[in-house]
Structure formats: C-alpha cells, structure tokens
C-alpha cells in the first residue's frame, strides 16, 4: 500500500516536469480509447449475433423432428396426440420441403419450397418478418407463395399485384430426355408477400401450403420435419428426450443451436478474432504507459537515491514505480470502461445511431453489451498492464542502480 501511495503522489503531483504530466496524460488517452472500443466492438458484434439468430429463427425451430434416413416420412407413423401433450410444447407444426425451380419473366433461380400447415404461424414469427403483402400461404382454398426479399430481386418481383411465379418440381419416377419438361411438375403460385431474413435464408426459402408442396413432390399425407416451439420455462433437454422417445429410433431431434451449428460455431470464432486484434492494437497502445514511466523513472533518480538512504530497497522502490505505470492504466482503463459501456447502453436502449430504412428488421444499430464481455476486456488488459509495467521497472531500475 505504501508503494501504491508513493505512486498516487507521483501521478497527481504538479511538481512533476510539465512534460511528464502531459505524456502521462497522453498515455490514460491512448489507453482509455483502445478499451473503450474493445466494449463497443463487443457490443455491437452481440447485437448483429443476436439479430441474425432473430432472423434464423424464421426457419429454425426450438426443435425439430426429422427422419434419421431418408427426406420424408408419413404422418401417421406418428403419435401426434402424444407429442402435444409433453410439458413444454407450446405448439408443433409439419412441413414438407424440397427443392425446385423458380420462373417469373424469363428469370430463374432454385429454392427450397417448404409446405407449412395452418399452425406455422404458431412456431415462426412470420409476422416479423414480412415486409411487403401479407404473411399467409393460403386464402381460402387458394395457395399463395411467401418468397425472400433476396429471391424477388433475382426473379424481378417489382410489385405483388402480378407476381405469379411458376414453380418446377421433378417428378418422381420419371424421365424422358425427348421432353425435358415432362420430367417437371409444374405450377403458377400468386405471390402474397415478401419477407426478410438473413441472406441466405432469403435467398434458400419459399413457403406454400402444406397441400400444394405434397401435391406438387407427389408425397400425400407425407412431410419431411415436424418443428416444435417450447414455451420460456421449459427443459430444452428433457423436452427433446421425451419427443424422442416417442418418435423412436428412426427419427432425430435437434435444436435450433444443432441446425446451425457450424454457422454459430463460425461467429463465434470471428468474435473472439476481432478481440485479440483489438488487443493487440490496444497492446500497441499501452507502449505508451512504457514511455511515460521511463521517463518518470529518470525524472525521479533523486527520490531514488533519497529511499535508498533512508532503507528502501530495490525491490520497494520497483514497487513504486511499478504501482506508477498500474495507476496510469488504471485510470485510463477506467475512463475507456465508463464511455465504451455508456456508449453500448445508449446505443442499445435508445437507438441515437439509426439503420437505413428497410435494411434490416430493427430501425437502429444494434448493440447488445454484456457483463461477461466487461470481464473478459479487464482481465484481458489488467495482465497487458503488470506485464508491460512490470519488465518497464525491472529493467530501468536495475539501470539506474548502477549509476
């Protein structure tokens, strides 16, 4: 404590040289900014990890129940009443997806066609996530198509009142190379409305009736996943246990993480490579504070030799200065820890910075701070700082004792 009570005076005192003050003051400003970005740069990546989830959720359910070998099963090889009644299912919904050939004025391009039933609504958030039209698949005994935003574009959607996209799906069993086209189930489906997503999703999926995609894939009675929304509370594990436990051996449950686990896995990686970037740059920064104390060191060669006389050791004196070049780190850390999580929060809850309109499903950027993050950035430069301050010390002093 008396080391550190050397080094406040030090840091405070105004009998210091000007020019040590003003590097020292230099060195708080080169730390506070690097930190402060690290909380923002944290913060932000969360809000885009947390929207892009919000958008996958579209098509990915809390869980889904899919055969373990083939494409499709029948429905009832199914013990629907069974399934309803697990605690924790708040709805469950069948459908069948496959791939076909999308066709709108002369344009093309491939998607996977999923078939929902009635309850989809009840498991996916399509409301969400319907920009333009409405979110249904059927008026009536009328099937109609939600296609991706991305998806219009490349077939040259440019208004929904005459949107009717054709729809080839190859038909089972047969091929002739005569008539390519007899091979394909075709279809001309009104479009109802556009949705956003994440841009693959957008680009990947169409949704239809559950009835005009087993129609359409010649599968009648047939689906290929039945999804699951569970409600706040539930177990997910012991929830998925008892579904597959029910279903039996020939079907496999996965989560939403499970889906996209590769994808999660990928975002994850980028995080943490944009915090060891930002740390270096924030270790790059902190040389700063090496400067500083170095100079501080040969400015205070007197004081020096004054402990020495008085009994202090080398070891109380690397002390000091090492507590010295900690003060300057800690108060720079502290002014970088105040604005980059102020900043995060103010972003986060009042929304200053704003998106382009129609950009994305949020109206400002987001940002999500998390206190783990807070952690992890502390004891991240609370090591560079000992490090950095501790060599500085040991090899100045061992110096200037010589002299």
Not at 210 to 222: D, K, M, T, V, Y
Not at 285 to 299: E, N, P, Q, R, Y
Request: include cysteine.
């Amino acid at each position: 404590m008396l080391a550190f009570f050397f080094a406040r005076r030090y840091f405070f005192s105004s009998a210091s040289r000007s020019v040590i003050n003003l590097i020292s003051g230099l060195s708080v400003v080169a730390v506070a900014v690097p930190v402060a970005a690290m909380i923002i740069l944290l913060s932000v990546f969360n809000g885009f990890e947390s929207l892009v989830k919000l958008n996958c959720s579209a098509f990915d359910a809390d869980l889904t129940l899919s055969p373990a070998e083939g494409q499709t099963f029948d429905v009832a090889a199914l013990d629907t009443a069974a399934l309803a009644r697990i605690p924790g299912v708040d709805a469950r919904s069948f459908f069948l997806e496959q791939s076909v050939l999308l066709e709108h004025n002369g344009r093309q391009t491939t998607a996977l066609l999923r078939g929902v039933d009635d309850r989809y609504g009840d498991i996916f958030p399509l409301r969400q996530h319907v920009v333009a039209g409405y979110p249904v698949v059927r008026v009536g005994d009328l099937d109609r198509l939600l296609v991706g935003r991305s998806a219009s574009y490349l077939l040259g959607i440019r208004s929904l009142a005459d949107a009717d996209v054709n729809l080839y799906a190859l038909r089972r069993g047969s091929f002739s190379s005569l008539l390519p086209v007899a091979n394909y189930t075709r279809r001309s489906v009104p479009v109802s409305g556009l949705f956003t997503a994440d841009l693959e999703s957008e680009r990947t999926y169409v949704l239809t009736s559950l009835r005009l995609a087993q129609e359409l894939f010649s599968h009648p009675g047939r689906v290929s996943a039945v999804a699951f929304s569970l409600s706040p509370e539930a177990d997910l594990e012991r929830v998925r246990e008892a579904v597959g436990q029910i279903a039996g051996d020939g079907f496999r449950v996965r989560s939403q993480a499970e889906m996209r686990a590769s994808f999660y896995r990928i975002m994850t990686y980028e995080k943490w490579g944009i915090f060891f970037i930002a740390l270096l740059v924030l270790t790059v920064a902190s040389f700063s504070v090496v400067g500083a104390l170095a100079m501080l060191i040969v400015d205070k060669r007197d004081d020096m030799r004054t402990l020495a006389a008085l009994g202090a050791d080398r070891s109380f004196v690397r002390a000091v200065f090492r507590a010295e070049g900690l003060v300057i780190c800690l108060a720079g850390a502290s002014v970088g820890l105040v604005l980059g999580v102020g900043a995060s929060l103010a972003q986060q809850h009042f929304g200053f910075i704003r998106m382009p309109a129609g950009t994305f499903l949020t109206d400002s950027y987001p940002v999500e701070f998390r206190f783990s993050d807070l952690i992890v950035v502390t004891a991240a430069f609370a090591l560079v700082a000992f490090l950095l301050s501790n060599i500085t010390v040991r090899s100045m002093i061992k110096k200037n004792s010589r002299s």
